[in-house]
């Protein structure tokens, strides 16, 4: 057969059949198929990066105000010089306002840790984004990535010492001061260490506030790994 002859879909030429219109219908499902993917893979990271923000700016509001509260409350309260019914012991060295201020200022970190274990999940959630779906393409972005995991990982493991380790520290402090407040040997040595662990408390307050800090000033510059595509068709 010299001619050719197309037949629907197929196209005979010298005894030889060349799907035409269904190889390139196949071909443009293909295509469509991956654009879909790749622009439901840049709006999934878009969602966790959105969700990092807002963790990280949550976390990082919530450890300032608390870094800067505690020292205004213990302030305030000392300057009016409270008296503790609950407390037998004489107010010598305005000893009730440090219990007083110091109670307000537990419970304020006692609600500081859940918010810090709910904004490091959101943080995670953005990292892991970032690690999967973000822009690989160099070492610059590569180095950024992994110095905001760092910090990261720091911030945690300072909020779980404080959470975990230095809060209940203080409140057994601060309750063995109470049980034996009419007791001197006893409860000096107890407020004693309460002002200690408080003091470290606001150190590692602040260490946090300043790793939270490093995140936000490493964060400036994310972006995905693919640019979303688009398709071009044309009629013939």
Not at 103 to 129: E, F, K, P, S
């Amino acid at each position: 057969m010299a001619g050719g002859e197309c037949c629907g879909a197929v196209c005979v030429n010298g005894g030889t059949a060349y799907f035409v219109r269904g190889s390139l219908s196949v071909r443009i499902t293909r295509v469509s198929m991956i654009v879909r993917i790749i622009r439901a893979m840049m709006d999934l990271f878009t969602i966790s990066q959105v969700i990092y923000w807002l963790g990280l700016a949550t976390w990082f509001g919530g450890v300032l105000f608390i870094a800067m509260s505690a020292p205004i409350i213990f302030r305030t309260v000392r300057g009016e010089r409270p008296l503790l019914p609950t407390v037998l012991s004489v107010n010598l060295e305005n000893q009730h306002a440090d219990l007083l201020a110091g109670a307000v200022v537990a419970n304020l970190l006692a609600m500081l840790w859940r918010m810090q274990i709910a904004c490091a999940a959101a943080v995670l959630v953005g990292l892991t984004g970032q690690w999967t779906l973000g822009d690989h393409s160099d070492a610059s972005h590569r180095m950024e990535i992994i110095l905001r995991s760092s910090l990261f990982i720091l911030a945690v493991i300072f909020a779980v010492y404080d959470g975990r380790v230095l809060w209940p520290r203080s409140n057994k402090y601060r309750q063995e001061y109470l049980d034996h407040a009419d007791e001197p040997e006893v409860a000096n040595p107890a407020k004693d260490k309460f002002d200690q662990v408080h003091q470290q408390s606001v150190t590692v307050l602040m260490i946090t506030l300043c790793l939270l800090l490093g995140m936000v000033l490493c964060s400036g510059n994310i972006s995905g790994s693919i640019a979303t595509p688009t398709v071009i068709t044309t009629t013939r």
